[in-house]
């Protein structure tokens, strides 16, 4: 059974920091397409940044473009999300999901096979 566990939200101020991790267990392979999305209260969940299978290619948000970096360690079947300068408006609970192949369309979330339950990341104004 294929579980993506994110960890690592919380609470800071505005212009602070949070690294959030996304850990897989059930794959064989820790070769996969990574997306992070976040969902604000009250508004549709939205793609935040990606990483491709074989870590050469990331894609941002463009509002989080030059503050978010995505990255992976392979042997830890983990992707993290390190996000600098955060803003009142990144507050939201923020998924990770998987896709067992890379279909592209990395930012339509059906094209995802597996998330994460999601990590709350509030930023105080």
């Known amino acids: 059974q294929v579980q993506l566990v994110e960890s690592g939200g919380g609470l800071v101020q505005a212009g602070g920091s949070l690294g959030l991790s996304c850990a897989a267990s059930?794959?064989?392979?820790?070769?996969?397409?990574v997306g992070w999305f976040r969902q604000a209260p009250g508004m549709e969940r939205e793609f935040v940044a990606r990483?491709?299978?074989?870590?050469?290619?990331?894609t941002y948000a463009d509002s989080v473009k030059g503050r978010f970096t995505i990255s992976r360690d392979y042997a830890k079947f983990t992707v993290y999300l390190q996000m600098n300068s955060l803003k009142h408006g990144d507050t939201a609970v923020y998924y990770c999901?998987?896709?067992?192949?890379?279909?592209?369309?990395?930012?339509?979330?059906?094209?995802?096979?597996?998330w994460g339950q999601g990590t709350q990341v509030t930023v105080a104004s």
């Open positions: 999901a998987a896709q067992l192949c890379d279909r592209g369309s990395f930012y339509i979330q059906n094209k995802y096979d597996y």
């Open positions: 059930g794959l064989i392979s820790s070769y996969y397409p």
């Open positions: 990483i491709s299978w074989n870590g050469d290619s990331t």
